[in-house]
């Protein structure tokens, strides 16, 4: 299963629909292309390392600003102190990497259920990837530029997600349908 698949199904998983999923998973793939382990390319040069060092140095405790550097990191790019703090902590206590993406997924579920309950609930009931998309942007990873270009872009990402996983689904559906009627 590669990452895509395995996004997908965990948050399928949790409740999510399918336009939520899709939604979601549009904004994740903008902030970070789907990696667990991204290090925002802007703080690259500025920290003097990659994705897999700055993983390295932090899960073995040699570099200890993970917190306070304003770095974004991971799936969702956790950028605020707090939040970060929290991931590695909840990393930590879990005896994983950072860049672990179950970890990652665990750790934004736990989110979505603590923080953003309102967003949890849209993203469980969501018919559109629209919809879905422009709520995690607005709520939850609230980038600086919400521009509607910016949602339609993170929309057209989930919708990619959606054509690709949610149709799977329907038409599994209607095998087992035809399964059963005959």
Same mark, same amino acid.
């Given at each position: 299963?590669?990452?895509?698949?395995?996004?997908?199904?965990?948050?399928?998983?949790?409740? *999510?629909? /399918?336009? !939520?999923?899709?939604?979601?998973? =549009? #904004?994740?793939? &903008?902030?970070? $292309? @789907?990696?667990?382990?991204?290090?925002?390319?802007?703080?690259?040069?500025?920290?003097?390392?990659?994705?897999?060092?700055?993983?390295? *140095?932090? /899960?073995? !405790?040699?570099?200890?600003?993970? =917190? #306070?550097?304003? &770095?974004?990191? $991971? @799936?969702?790019?956790?950028?605020?102190?707090?939040?970060?703090?929290?991931?590695?902590?909840?990393?930590?206590?879990?005896?994983?990497?950072?860049? /672990?993406?179950?970890?990652?997924?665990?750790?934004?579920?736990?989110?979505?259920?603590? $923080?953003?309950?309102?967003?949890?609930?849209?993203?469980?009931?969501?018919?559109?990837?629209?919809?879905?998309?422009?709520?995690?942007?607005?709520?939850?990873?609230?980038?600086?530029?919400?521009?509607?270009?910016?949602?339609?872009?993170?929309?057209?990402?989930?919708?990619?997600?959606?054509?690709?996983?949610?149709?799977?689904?329907?038409?599994?559906?209607?095998?087992?349908?035809?399964?059963?009627?005959?």
């Amino acid at each position: 299963m590669n990452t895509e698949e395995k996004i997908w199904s965990f948050l399928k998983g949790q409740g *999510l629909s /399918d336009a !939520g999923v899709a939604g979601l998973m =549009g #904004n994740l793939y &903008a902030e970070s $292309g @789907l990696r667990s382990n991204n290090l925002q390319n802007s703080y690259e040069g500025k920290l003097g390392m990659a994705d897999a060092e700055y993983t390295e *140095l932090v /899960d073995h !405790g040699s570099y200890t600003n993970f =917190g #306070n550097d304003r &770095a974004g990191y $991971g @799936l969702a790019q956790w950028t605020y102190p707090t939040r970060k703090a929290a991931l590695l902590a909840y990393a930590k206590a879990a005896g994983k990497s950072i860049g /672990d993406l179950e970890m990652q997924l665990s750790f934004l579920m736990q989110e979505l259920s603590t $923080g953003y309950k309102s967003l949890l609930a849209l993203l469980k009931t969501a018919v559109t990837v629209q919809e879905a998309s422009d709520e995690v942007l607005l709520q939850f990873e609230r980038p600086a530029d919400q521009s509607a270009a910016v949602k339609s872009k993170r929309a057209s990402y989930g919708q990619k997600y959606f054509d690709k996983y949610a149709q799977k689904g329907v038409q599994k559906l209607k095998i087992i349908e035809a399964i059963l009627t005959k």
